[in-house]
């Protein structure tokens, strides 16, 4: 299996930019999670999808966030606009089920300039 | 709010010396799962525990969840400079809580 994929590995974007990032799931996992990682934060959840629909999503820190996953094999993450503040490296991972073991992606390291 | 206090934050140490990591919470969790980070790479499970008390030992990882389910902690016996990386603990209840990560350096 080829594991969560994530694209781009990294991104630089200047601040007011729309940012899309991508994620496919490990195929025949039915949760997809959307994670923030910072030094001085650590790990956060963002939202997390089970069948395509969100579940949680208090996490997302502000309207300017904003997921999908429009299919099984497929979601993004969206910011718009960007903020210098939003620079860290976003993971997806996903599961079987909802308390199973979370398979990471190599996680998008976005820098907001 | 579920607060998951992870310690120490940073670890420099030695090859061949042994370390504690710790996780602590006044919650309850149905799971504790530890994973470890490497640079540029997201998490990697290393175990789960979930009955109070349980000990899972993984080559020179060990790892204990407390009785009341409320805390967890780690030891490695004789660390190695390929155990070096970034520890986190992640506790699962009613949502999912997040330890802030022990970053662990093991020195040649």
């Known amino acids: 299996d080829a594991g969560v994929i994530q694209s781009p590995r990294h991104e630089v974007t200047e601040m007011g930019q729309e940012v899309t990032l991508r994620c496919k799931p490990i195929?025949?996992?039915?949760?997809l999670f959307w994670y923030r990682q910072t030094m001085m934060r650590g790990l956060e959840l963002l939202i997390y999808?089970?069948?395509?629909?969100?579940?949680?999503d208090s996490g997302m820190p502000e309207d300017r966030f904003s997921a999908k996953m429009p299919n099984a094999s497929f979601s993004t993450l969206k910011i718009q606009p960007s903020e210098p503040r939003d620079s860290a490296v976003y993971f997806c991972a996903s599961t079987s089920f909802e308390r199973g073991t979370q398979y990471f992606g190599p996680g998008t390291r976005l820098t907001v300039l | 709010t579920q607060l998951l206090e992870q310690s120490p934050q940073f670890l420099s140490i030695q090859e061949g010396e042994n370390l504690t990591v710790y996780c602590n919470s006044s919650s309850v969790f149905s799971s504790l799962q530890w994973y470890r980070q490497e640079p540029g790479e997201g998490p990697v499970l290393l175990v789960t525990?979930?009955?109070?008390?349980e000990v899972k030992k993984l080559k020179r990882l060990t790892f204990q969840f407390g009785d009341a389910r409320k805390d967890s902690s780690l030891h490695i016996t004789a660390a190695q400079p390929g155990d070096t990386g970034l520890y986190l603990c992640?506790?699962?209840?009613?949502?999912?809580?997040f330890g802030s990560g022990t970053q662990l350096t093991v020195l040649p």
């Open positions: 999808f089970n069948n395509n629909v969100p579940i949680d």
């Open positions: 525990v979930v009955t109070g008390g």
């Open positions: 992640i506790g699962s209840a009613r949502q999912l809580t």
């Open positions: 195929s025949g996992h039915d949760y």
